[in-house]
């Protein structure tokens, strides 16, 4: 299942605050569209309500692909605790599914890498 919430987003431009959906796993069983979401940036996409600034917000996220087992940990420009975080995940995750059976593991800290 995926895990989303809502994060206060500081507009750099106008100083309002306003809410951004941040998705904190992506599963492409529940959530298929979050394929075509990542393809096109619309996950990272954010629009400010006051003032229209358009911005890109990168945040760290889990890229489940259930069917073919492939995990992909996203962390922006940080790839040292990208690959400790994945080291982890069994320990600490909620999701039901066991990321130690047979599971491909990928860490990524670029943007273009998460398209692929
Ligand atoms: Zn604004």
Redesign the pocket.
Known sequence: MSKSHMEKIK?P??S?ESEMLVWETMDTKTDPQIKDMIRSGEVFAWR?P??D?KSLIFYPTLYHQVKEKYLLCYIPGNPTSAVEYMKTINENNESGYDFNDNYTKRVVSDINQLRE
Request: aromatic share 0%.
């Open positions: 507009c431009k106008c309002h400010c006051h003032c600034n």
